[in-house]
């Protein structure tokens, strides 16, 4: 009996915090305020787990085809190039401001992506950019593409994306330009 009390107590402390948190307006939701260590690490691992279990069964195709990695340039320099820069750019705009912040896509080894020479790692992180780039990931500022782009356009922006880090800014004017 005595634990069903506890527990009862216990379930109303919760929703009185819940309630708390939700009406009394104490959240801080500014984009230029970061979130404790403790909640950004369960936002982070929660989005982590959440792409990696989604993501595991897709299909990867050949990401070195030509055609496939010439035709992702130009949506990535219009679409994504703002928030996700390029060759030789340090910060944008969006890339400043936006919390939580961008991936620097034309970097390699920044804090998000964990590139590895390793095949099954490449893959991996393919599908999981596949994966977001066509979904999105919510309360964030990546939009979800899938709406408006089919899968062969997103996979050339995944291929597009795994050779970045290698361009200059030179051969990135030239594989980004529109004909
Ligand atoms: C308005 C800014 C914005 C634009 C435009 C944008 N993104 Fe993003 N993107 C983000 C943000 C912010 C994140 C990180 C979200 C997070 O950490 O929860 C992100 C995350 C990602 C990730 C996941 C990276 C990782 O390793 O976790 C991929 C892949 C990605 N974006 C690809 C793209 C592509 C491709 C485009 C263009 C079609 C694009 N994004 C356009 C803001 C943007």
Redesign the pocket.
């Given at each position: 009996m005595n634990i069903i009390k506890t527990l009862l107590v216990l379930a109303i402390i919760a929703v009185i915090g819940a309630g708390t948190m939700i009406y009394s307006g104490i959240v801080n939701v500014a984009a230029d305020e970061p979130h404790s260590a403790m909640v950004y690490w369960m936002l982070e691992q929660t989005?982590e787990n959440s792409i990696a279990k989604a993501s595991k069964d897709i299909k990867v195709p050949n990401l070195e085809d030509a055609d496939l990695l010439l035709s992702g340039g130009a949506?990535?320099n219009f679409?994504?190039a703002?928030?996700?820069l390029q060759p030789g750019q340090k910060e944008s705009d969006?890339s400043v401001g936006?919390y939580?912040?961008?991936?620097n896509f034309a970097v390699e080894n920044d804090e998000?992506?964990h590139e590895s020479n390793n095949n099954e790692d490449k893959s991996a992180e393919a599908k999981?950019?596949f994966w977001?780039?066509k979904h999105g990931?919510k309360a964030?500022?990546?939009?979800a593409?899938g709406k408006t782009h089919d899968d062969k356009r997103i996979w050339a922006?995944v291929a597009f994306?795994q050779k970045l880090p290698e361009l200059t800014p030179e051969q990135y004017q030239i594989l980004t330009a529109v004909e």
């Open positions: 989005r949506d990535y679409m994504c703002s928030c996700h969006m936006l939580p912040s961008p991936p998000h992506s999981k950019h977001v780039i990931i964030s500022g990546m939009p593409w922006m994306i």
